[in-house]
């Protein structure tokens, strides 16, 4: 019933606008500041292996793991993914370009940042990024979204050679062109 409301209801579409906007400003702030000021992520991953250590680690070990032997030495590609991450996903969800994507990569940072044991406003955005992802279209229809969508529908209805008979959709095969 919730999940019903969540994406069909016009109140709920007012104030899933209002929550995207605030997380993508959240985001977009986020990544800009790192974007411009410089950022090297080799101090946070090595941070988070170390609080894999001890009686009540923060870090579990399987992610400690994932950080040393794969982020640690991939760590300059992650001083990109990283501020361009949360750049995108900000102006994604502010603008309602792609915004069941950007909520979805939004919960996989903020998955990460926690996995590596800061809370901060993480856990918060999460919460609030799911309503967005469970929201589905009724999440993006205040903004591009609303025609984004349907252009892409199009084209790939086109692509596909797709015809409506009856209510019904069957794809029409492919045709060989002859010279």
């Known amino acids: 019933m919730f999940n019903n409301w969540l994406r069909t209801n016009k109140v709920a579409m ?4 209002f929550i995207r906007v605030y997380i993508g400003y959240e985001w977009m702030v986020a990544g800009w500041g790192k974007l411009t000021g410089g950022f090297e ?11 894999a250590t001890g009686d009540h ?13 794969a982020a640690l030495p991939g760590v300059k590609v992650f001083n990109v993914m990283v501020p361009l991450g949360e750049f995108l996903v900000g102006l994604g969800l502010i603008l309602g370009t792609f915004t069941t994507f950007a909520a979805l990569m939004g919960i996989v ?3 990460a940042f926690l996995f590596s044991g800061t809370v901060s ?3 918060q955005m999460l919460l609030l ?3 967005i992802l469970v929201a589905a279209a009724n999440a ?3 903004g591009l979204d609303r025609w984004v969508i349907p252009y892409l529908r199009g084209l790939w209805n086109k692509w596909t050679h797709k015809t409506t ?9 492919l045709k060989k062109q002859t010279a």
């Open 14 to 17: 007012w104030l899933l606008t």
């Open 41 to 51: 992520a080799a101090g946070f991953l090595q941070g988070a292996i170390a609080k």
């Open 57 to 69: 680690p923060a870090v579990q070990g399987w992610w400690a793991a994932f950080l040393e032997h």
């Open 109 to 111: 940072m903020n998955a």
């Open 121 to 123: 406003t993480n856990a």
């Open 129 to 131: 990024q799911m309503f």
């Open 140 to 142: 993006g229809k205040i």
């Open 165 to 173: 008979r009856h209510g019904d959709t069957t794809p029409t095969p």
